[in-house]
């Protein structure tokens, strides 16, 4: 038994428990890794000793030590991050006292402990004293009242048939989630690495599926010589999926489908690539998977979780209601103020046609809430659209609390309207159904900025360039990290984040503004001066006061660190008025 800063990590029973002796639930490798901390005499471990020790013999990941880390902090409480801390090295120690103490031995029959760690006796259970019951009493109850209890039992029953044809069988009982196997990846790719690849993208695409709230997740049974083939593991589940790794001559291919088990129709297919010379190879995996996994992981979502129901049904309006949520999510991710404008008005005239649909509605909130981020409507209009905003999704958290694009949606609403602590409870529900993705990792990475939260939050921007899904954001988290790296004065290593950044959507002006305090801070004077020019010739009247970004409920370390960082855009050329 270990013990330190109040918890208690019982190795017997891998268990961890509070103060109040209340088992806090941990997954098993978050546990083990608890565990190294406790045990290792306050050493700083490094990631690669970490990752090692956690996950033996298996190649994993970054972003599989952060979830744990993440986990670890919050099992914890450890918002601020001082037990479980980040060393100077990049490897992590747990910074507290830890107490090796015997474990308390198995109670025996006729002791209990009390909380001092006392051991008193206590009479047999047969002489302890029960209060005597009235005759003929069963359960505590009298004759009579196990009479009426039978009766009223009797009419439930019969109530229940009678409503049963009309009501949802989820009504009456709870449903079990959808059965996903996830097949061996075929290798057909020519190469010598081609068998291990596909090995490791069949493990990241069944642990990642195996994190879906609505799913559960079957391992196929592998083919043994006189046995029963895999293909027989698949006849309880509901759906399979099934994908081949293909090898050019520079780039990876995984090519990967969700099959309807009970009629072979294929539900969704979709095609990844990463180009092989440039990255490693578990960031090629992590990205071929992340590929395919977050669009799968969409479809799969709008198969068990369908639309609620809509004023038209007819299929030309329901494409039509599909091309502009697709053309307005474009907008929100790539966005321009032309852009913008152009898939506001886009939407707001399917909805005059459409008035009930929720899908246009909410793709509408979420489209103005950018907006309302990018400062493109006044601050009357603000107001005014963050109220129907709100209306609009609480509405549809109701009718589809399990929507991804209702969730996504809503914790946009939650991130630019400040609310960051709820924002991240939001975010990471809808991780919960699609681990890919990065709009919402994102998100999360915002409000850990605002919360003053750096290190996580420059790890979250990280795993999101990791999954780079989808593609079209992903000049929002490149920018989160650069801009976490100046908030950090981390300057140099800021540049190319926010350059990258930049060259994916160059029309943000802010995005020049942070470049122009890296280049200061840096002593590129020029590139400095260069950076806020262009910054004001897309954002014309910036100062001082306006450059800021709203500050409401953020926390004091990241209001003084934003203060650093508006004064060197000063120092640039940013005017003070």
């Not at 009766?151 to 049963?164: D, E, F, K």
């Not at 309880?236 to 009970?262: N, V």
């Not at 200061?520 to 020029?526: A, D, L, N, P, Y």
Request: aromatic share 6%.
């Amino acid at each position: 038994m270990l013990r330190f800063a109040g918890f208690e990590l019982d190795q017997r029973r891998a268990e961890l428990r509070s103060a109040d002796g209340v088992a806090i639930k941990l997954r098993p490798k978050t546990f083990e890794m608890l565990r190294l901390f406790a045990t290792s005499g306050g050493r700083v471990l490094s990631k690669q000793e970490l990752m090692e020790a956690v996950w033996p013999n298996i190649h994993v990941g970054e972003d599989s030590l952060f979830q744990c880390i993440r986990e670890l902090r919050t099992a914890l409480g450890d918002e601020r991050r001082q037990l479980i801390k980040l060393a100077s090295g990049g490897g992590y120690l747990l910074a507290t006292e830890v107490v090796d103490a015997p474990a308390v031995a198995e109670q025996t029959e006729g002791t209990r402990a009390d909380p001092t760690g006392e051991v008193e006796t206590r009479p047999p259970v047969e002489l302890a004293a029960v209060p005597p019951r009235p005759p003929r009493a069963l359960f505590g109850l009298s004759r009579q009242a196990m009479v009426a209890t039978v009766a009223g039992l009797c009419l439930v029953v019969m109530g229940l048939a009678v409503a049963g044809p009309v009501l949802k069988p989820d009504l009456l009982f709870r449903r079990t989630p959808p059965r996903l196997v996830v097949m061996p990846i075929v290798d057909d790719s020519n190469d010598t690495r081609g068998a291990a690849m596909a090995a490791e993208v069949t493990a990241r695409l069944t642990d990642g599926f195996a994190k879906v709230q609505n799913i559960s997740v079957v391992a196929p049974r592998v083919a043994v010589a006189g046995g029963e083939s895999s293909a027989a593991s698949t006849a309880s589940s509901d759906y399979e999926l099934r994908g081949e790794l293909q090898h050019g001559d520079q780039s990876w291919m995984l090519r990967a489908r969700i099959i309807k088990t009970a009629t072979g129709e294929v539900q969704s297919v979709v095609a990844a690539s990463v180009t092989a010379e440039e990255i490693d190879a578990q960031l090629a995996q992590s990205r071929l998977v992340a590929g395919v996994g977050h669009v799968l992981a969409r479809r799969l979502n709008e198969i068990l979780e369908p639309s609620a129901a809509r004023s038209r049904t007819a299929g030309a309006s329901a494409g039509g209601d599909k091309v502009a949520v697709e053309q307005a999510l474009a907008s929100i991710n790539q966005t321009t103020r032309e852009r913008f404008g152009a898939a506001q008005t886009m939407l707001q005239k399917a909805l005059t046609d459409d008035p009930d649909n929720v899908d246009l509605s909410v793709a509408l909130s979420s489209l103005q809430m950018r907006g309302i981020q990018m400062v493109w409507f006044s601050p009357d209009e603000a107001v005014t659209v963050e109220a129907k905003a709100n209306a609009t999704l609480e509405r549809a958290s109701r009718l589809r609390p399990n929507s991804i694009p209702v969730l996504e949606a809503h914790c946009r609403f939650l991130s630019a309207t400040n609310h960051f602590v709820e924002s991240l409870v939001t975010c990471a529900k809808a991780l919960s159904f699609d681990p890919w993705n990065g709009s919402a990792l994102y998100l999360i990475g915002l409000g850990q900025v605002y919360l003053g939260r750096f290190d996580d939050a420059l790890a979250t921007f990280q795993q999101a360039d990791r999954y780079d899904t989808p593609p079209a954001s992903r000049w929002t988290w490149l920018l989160g990290a650069g801009m976490t790296y100046v908030l950090m004065g981390r300057y140099d290593e800021a540049l190319p984040w926010i350059q990258r950044s930049i060259a994916i959507t160059p029309g943000t002006g802010r995005s020049h503004f942070l470049l122009a305090a890296a280049y200061q801070r840096s002593g590129r004077f020029e590139e400095a001066r260069a950076a806020i020019a262009e910054g004001l010739r897309l954002r014309p009247g910036t100062t001082r006061l306006s450059v800021w970004p709203p500050m409401k409920n953020a926390s004091p370390v990241c209001i003084a660190a934003w203060e650093r960082v508006v004064q060197a855009e000063v120092d640039a050329g940013l005017p003070e008025r």
